[in-house]
């Protein structure tokens, strides 16, 4: 599976960004998919994740302001952003994998994840 982040940008705090994150190769309909992210000088953190089976899990910090969803037409995952901070500030990536884990927390492991894309930057100003 070949993953395409897009959608990044700069945006002022309290506005909407929407992220792409189109697959190629595979359907991912079957897929777990994910976002994580990276600050400059900060480890990676997990963001979300939509679970095959259409379970979602958001992150403390995004909960209630970001929201993933899955077009399988297009073969294509969203993470819709509301309501940024400064603190969103970071390079996104869209990670996905097929295999199926009993535990649903794995899910925010990113070593868990066997594709991702090449990063999609949001700068938010404050």
Known sequence: VQLQASGGGL?????SL???CVASGRAINDYNMAWFRQAPGE??????????DN?????GSVKGRFAISRDSAK??????????????TATYYCAATGR??????SLVSGGNYDF???GTL?????
């Open 11 to 15: 945006v002022q705090a309290g506005d």
């Open 116 to 118: 991702w894309g090449q």
């Open 75 to 88: 073969n294509t995952v969203y993470l819709q952003m509301d309501r940024v901070k400064p603190e969103d």
């Open 18 to 20: 929407r992220l792409t």
């Open 100 to 105: 199926y884990y009993s535990m649903f927390v």
């Open 43 to 52: 480890d990676r953190e997990f963001v979300t994740v939509l679970s095959w």
């Open 55 to 59: 379970k979602t899990y958001h992150a």
């Open 122 to 126: 949001v700068t938010v100003s404050s």
